[in-house]
Nanobody, 116 residues
Framework: QVQLVESGGGLVQAGGSLRLSCAAS????????MGWHRQAPGKQRELVAA???????NYVDSVKGRFTISRDNAKNAVYLEMNSLKSEDTAVYYC??????????WGQGTQVTVSS
């Protein structure tokens, strides 16, 4: 049984910052890619950022320069530092982990609300 537990969402004013955390636990052997998707009301889920076990990261264009993804392989944890938040960043953020030979696991989601 593998679980991803997220924390760090909340309400923030435009221009503010939040840090999301996600940790995987259970029978998980190695994770190739971890990252974050988000889904805003009435919109499709989109990939926000992802990072490999070697530290290579990629971002959706709309967050480049504002968000930073990082990872602690020893803890099976991934983080998303979000700065200069905008109202359009409002969404439910989902952590994911692509575990080698086990599949993709998802967190339960954490709400991020940016007020203008």
């Amino acid at each position: 049984q593998v679980q991803l537990v997220e924390s760090g969402g909340g309400l923030v004013q435009a221009g503010g910052s939040l840090r999301l955390s996600c940790a995987a636990s259970g029978s998980i052997f190695s994770i190739s890619v971890m990252g974050w998707h988000r889904q805003a009301p009435g919109k499709q889920r989109e990939l926000v950022a992802a990072i490999t076990s070697g530290g290579s990261a990629n971002y959706v264009d709309s967050v480049k320069g504002r968000f930073t993804i990082s990872r602690d392989n020893a803890k099976n944890a991934v983080y998303l530092e979000m700065n200069s938040l905008k109202s359009e960043d409002t969404a439910v953020y989902y952590c994911f982990a692509n575990a080698n030979r086990q599949g993709v696991y998802w967190g339960q989601g954490t709400q991020v609300t940016v007020s203008s």
